[in-house]
């Protein structure tokens, strides 16, 4: 199992290269080439969305990226610090308007990834989430000669 591994400032600048690495990555991991743009597009949107929970939270910590090539998959973890308030929370705590907004795009966030990519996982909690995105891969033919 390889795992390339991303730390980045949540600075909406750095999304793009997150993408094109999670690209060549996927591409050399033997993700079918039909799908790199699916790769693409989701791995943008996990990014944009760690950067907005940082930025938003006053969080000064990196971004994590991990791309993980096993025998017949290919994943990608996005991972944030911000604390995620589980929905009981959120209605106890009286959330003020904005908070619904960011709630809302949060789940919108979500639901385009979940549009992009049939295999995802969500964990959240207090000291941060986590977004697993899976594809299936064939390791690249070797040739000879």
Same mark, same amino acid.
């Given at each position: 199992m390889a795992t390339v591994e991303l730390r980045?400032? =949540?600075l909406p600048e750095h999304v793009r290269t997150a993408r094109l690495v999670a690209a060549a *990555? =996927?591409?050399?991991a033997g993700v079918d080439e039909a799908v790199l743009d699916e790769v693409? !597009? =989701?791995v943008g949107e996990a990014c944009s969305r =760690? *950067?907005? !929970?940082h930025q938003v939270g006053g969080i000064d910590a990196? *971004?994590? *990226?991990?791309l993980i090539e096993e025998e017949k998959q290919f994943s990608i973890e996005v991972g944030d610090e911000a604390p995620h308030a589980v929905p009981a929370e959120r209605v106890a705590g009286g959330a003020a308007a904005d908070a619904d907004v960011e709630a809302e795009e949060d789940e919108m966030g979500l639901a385009v990834i979940s549009g992009l990519v049939d295999d995802v996982e969500v964990t959240t909690g207090k000291n941060g989430g986590l977004i697993r995105m899976t594809w299936p891969a064939a390791p690249p033919a070797v040739t000879v000669g």
């Open positions: 980045f400032s =949540a *990555v =996927a591409r050399r693409r !597009l =989701a =760690a *950067v907005g !929970l990196p *971004v994590r *990226v991990a």
